[in-house]
């Protein structure tokens, strides 16, 4: 032992061999760290370069020599231009263009005929001017002899430079840079309206002995399972030029910021319940039984003990709602009107304008307030302590009759709002010709007869919900078990957690740009499937990984680390471990992200606008072509079709649950 001591090289630890089963968790976790890079990192990485690049035709970086009539003679170089000095065929306006421009040179030459024996040369001179000989690139300072014919299929590429230009060109734009400061207004005046109304409804749920809270619950929920673009719809009948109740609006327009903010609260109210009724739910009467004994008043109490317990609820509530709704593009698209948002300005600069570079920069300026709301958030509760401790006492509400009628009363008319909003939508799809022909009628059923890719979108988007749930809970959760149960690689496991932690701060219409940018490069060996349903669950799976992973993690924290000491003990391999003991005890969180991951797919609109083709069109995408059509009614029809197919995979999913539950989950009640 003394020669083994002196042979040992003195201050260094003895590192513990890794065993195989620390080995294949660190590689798998590295294959997922790989596609969350790729399908990710690199995507964000491609359009923040895309948002600084400008580009622009140098005449001065391209030589060209003409012959004589026999082909033999060529003249001296000139520089294009030289030429177009004395022609003026290419206008100052056309030299500034996109990464797609393209600038023909035969108008440079008057008599030009492609029948003519005259043979050119032309050249870049410099090594990174490139043209186009056809669909053949050209780059560097080497002649390339052409005979007419094939000269005339020859045009030039623009040269990029790196800069803030374009970001100076939108901020010149007064319409443009409008959309942020209406973004900031609407997403403020929706946070402010949106917490107060949920923290009123958490606190009637959780505070209150008044009855049908699981009917108020589940009425609440409603919005969740139906694309942004529906609440636009609904309000149109509601209050647009031939709506129910247009004389409320007294001579405004629901088109613009009113329907906006109405909208914003409808589909945003659930998020911010959520939050805030679990921040309520969990409090300590002893608490409540001091402030009675020091007789203050409810009032005092409600501000001294209720709101300080639930302000990191309240405050995490607040940056969800408001990122939410500077974000969304469906809402806005179909009710914004005139009024300028950022998702907005992002599709019509890329489907509208086809300037991509502009749309990048709108992109990446949507980024910042979503980035900065994220991480205060993140900052803000790992301040957050434990409200609740070994001693605390829960807390019960008492009966109360005149209270628990008053909240009886405010969540009726909430849920009312819910309900109307949803009645509307589906009135106006089940009748001939509204407001003139009421008639019951499945006519605006008829997919198939409308522009909006017919029921194949409708089939396509449960193809793709499907697959999303499979291939991305699969993917979330082993992800989580990864990072959570490996040992040691502390590195590793903090880069993990902020590729699974990032997507939370990427808006959809931010990604699927990102998207287009990097998969339709055709030098990207993942090019193939751009254009197919494999982008598009690749894309929904990324855009909705965080919350998934934190319920995975959720789950994963509340079991005992020491199973998985205890099965190498055993020499038992981790994946008999995972298999037989993590993925039953964990059930519950893995269907709950798999019905997760299947509604947002079935309503996600913004992060595959940009992604889908005429083969994987999908149902929100339809509802969004066929309100832009003008056909509102099939829009709403479809739009609830999406609901009605969520409702059921909810229903669906409740009954699995049931079942495989009582048979995985017994020892829960032992």
Not at 11 to 32: E, N, Y
Not at 130 to 151: H, I, P, Q
Not at 214 to 221: A, Y
């Amino acid at each position: 032992m003394a020669s083994l001591a002196t042979t040992m090289p003195a201050g260094r630890a003895i590192r513990p061999q890794l065993s195989s089963d620390d080995v294949l968790k660190r590689g798998l976790m590295l294959v997922i760290s790989l596609y969350l890079i790729v399908a990710l990192a690199l995507p964000l990485y491609v359009l923040l370069s895309k948002s600084l690049s400008t580009y622009h035709f140098d005449l001065d970086t391209f030589e060209i020599q003409r012959s004589d009539e026999t082909g033999t003679n060529f003249g001296p170089a000139r520089t294009v231009a030289q030429l177009n000095a004395e022609v003026q065929a290419i206008a100052p306006e056309q030299l500034a263009t996109g990464s797609d421009g393209r600038l023909s040179v035969t108008n440079l030459f008057k008599d030009f005929s492609f029948r003519s024996p005259v043979k050119y040369r032309i050249r870049g001179t410099t090594d990174s001017a490139a043209f186009l000989v056809g669909s053949e690139l050209k780059r560097g300072t080497e002649w390339v002899e052409l005979d007419s014919n094939t000269f005339r299929r020859v045009v030039l590429r623009p040269g990029r430079t790196i800069g803030l230009d374009n970001f100076v060109n939108y901020f010149s734009t007064p319409a443009l840079a409008n959309s942020i400061q209406n973004s900031l207004l609407i997403g403020a005046i929706s946070t402010v309206l949106v917490i107060s109304i949920a923290f009123g409804l958490a606190y009637a749920l959780n505070r209150s002995q008044m009855k049908f809270k699981s009917v108020f619950k589940l009425i609440m929920t409603i919005p969740i399972l139906v694309p942004s673009l529906l609440p636009g719809i609904a309000l149109v009948y509601l209050f647009g030029n031939q709506g129910l109740l247009k004389s409320w609006m007294m001579g405004n327009s629901i088109y613009g910021p009113i329907g906006i903010v109405i909208g914003s609260v409808f589909f945003t109210l659930p998020h911010a319940l959520l939050i805030i009724s679990t921040a309520l739910s969990v409090a300590d009467a002893r608490h409540y039984e001091a402030a009675a004994s020091l007789r203050a008043s409810k009032w005092r109490t409600f501000w001294t003990v209720t709101v300080p317990g639930a302000r990191y609820g309240i405050i995490s509530a607040a940056f969800v709602v408001f990122t939410l709704v500077i974000t969304d593009f469906g809402l806005p698209k179909v009710i914004g009107g005139q009024y300028n948002m950022l998702a907005v300005d992002i599709y019509k600069q890329v489907i509208g304008q086809q300037n991509f570079e502009m749309g990048a920069v709108v992109s990446v300026l949507l980024l910042v307030p979503a980035v900065l709301a994220f991480f205060v958030d993140r900052t803000i509760q790992k301040k957050q302590v434990a409200l609740l401790s070994a001693r605390s006492v829960p807390y019960e509400p008492k009966p109360n009759a005149g209270f628990d009628w008053a909240c009886f009363t405010y969540c009726s008319l909430i849920a009312a709002f819910i309900l109307v909003m949803i009645g509307v939508c589906q009135l106006a799809a089940t009748v001939k010709f509204w407001p003139y022909d009421l008639t019951p009628s499945l006519r605006n059923f008829r997919f198939d007869l409308m522009d909006g890719g017919g029921w194949g979108a409708y089939y396509n988007s449960i193809r793709m919900a499907l697959l999303t749930a499979l291939f991305g809970t699969v993917i979330v959760f082993t992800g989580a078990y990864m990072v959570e149960k490996s040992e040691g690689f502390r590195t590793g496991r903090t880069l993990f957690q902020f590729l699974a932690m990032l997507p939370m701060a990427v808006p959809g219409m931010a990604l699927g740009l990102a998207y287009i940018f990097f998969f339709n490069n055709p030098a990207n060996p993942f090019n193939a499937i751009y254009g197919t349903m494999a982008i598009l669950v690749v894309c929904t799976v990324t855009h909705f990984y965080t919350v998934s992973h934190l319920t995975a993690l959720t789950a994963l924290k509340q079991m005992d680390r020491e199973f998985e000491p205890v099965a190498a003990s055993l020499k038992q391999p981790f994946h008999k471990l995972f298999l037989r003991v993590t993925v039953p005890v964990c059930l519950p969180a893995i269907l709950d992200i798999a019905i997760y991951l299947f509604v947002n797919a079935m309503t996600t609109v913004s992060a595959v606008v940009f992604l889908y083709s005429a083969e994987t069109q999908l149902a929100s995408v339809a509802v969004l072509n066929m309100d832009d059509a003008g056909d509102i009614a099939p829009a709403a029809a479809m739009g609830m079709m999406i609901f009605y197919t969520n409702v059921a995979a909810r229903l669906l999913h409740g009954a699995i649950s049931r079942v495989l539950l009582t048979r995985t989950q017994a020892w829960r009640h032992r």
